[in-house]
Antibody, heavy 125, light 106 residues
């Protein structure tokens, strides 16, 4: 059974950098069949895709966050991480990591399954 | 960016009733649509992908249909565990989600 678990600080100061890690168990992130993704949900709001990383190529980020976000991978620990710079209150959200499935329909990332339980990050001074 | 519009925002129903949720895309996404269920304090759970294929362990009372720009999620007989928020997600061009439909007890 594949499980994902997010970890990181729950409070980040405005203008600082948000860093989160997702630890994967039950599957290897080196497996090129999947896209390891980050998605966030502002309090009481909908879901926003942040980006993905995968072993077969370069990370791909949402155009709206591309200038501030970076993903990294530690295959020895089976973890992937998110770094978001220059945060503001608008970045306050529950951050989820998720495994993305490849689909032949688009020859790319399709749907997300499973998801981690999520971690709330609050941006406040 | 492809926008997904879900309707209604909230649906009040009684257990045992049939419910139909709608998701409309701002342009054709063929069948590149997934549905998720989210309960309070939990992560979203995949229900449907490819517009109509049930994910593992999803009960048969849950079904998806549609293609192009119009999609529906139907629960044939609502059970207590089905009261939740439902999101659609497209993967035709980047990846975006609808704003959700909350299914609440009437």
């Amino acid at each position: 059974q594949v499980q994902l678990q997010e970890s990181g600080p729950g409070l980040v100061r405005p203008s600082q950098t948000l860093s989160l890690t997702c630890t994967v168990s039950g599957a290897s992130i080196s497996n090129g069949d999947y896209y390891w993704s980050w998605i966030r949900q502002a309090p009481g709001k909908g879901l926003e895709w942040i980006g993905y990383t995968y072993s077969s190529g370069s990370p791909f980020y949402s155009p709206s966050l591309r200038s501030r976000v970076t993903f990294s991978v530690d295959t020895s620990k089976n973890q992937f991480s998110l770094t978001l710079t220059s945060v503001t209150a608008a970045d306050t959200a529950i951050y989820y990591c998720a495994r993305g499935a490849f689909t032949l329909e688009t020859n790319s990332l399709g749907w997300f399954d499973p998801w981690g339980q999520g971690t709330l990050v609050t941006v406040s001074s | 960016e492809i926008m997904l519009t879900q309707s209604p925002a909230t649906l009040s129903v009684s257990p045992g009733e049939r419910v139909t949720l709608s998701c409309r895309a701002s342009q054709s996404i063929r069948s590149n649509l997934a549905w998720y269920q989210q309960k309070p304090g939990q992560a979203p759970r995949l229900l449907i992908y490819g517009a109509s294929t049930r994910a593992a362990d999803v009960p048969a009372r849950v079904s998806g249909s549609g293609s192009g720009t119009e999609f529906t999620l139907t629960i044939s007989s609502l059970q207590s565990e089905d009261f939740a928020v439902y999101y659609c997600q497209q993967y035709s061009n980047l990846w975006t989600f609808g704003q959700g439909t909350k299914v609440e007890i009437k």
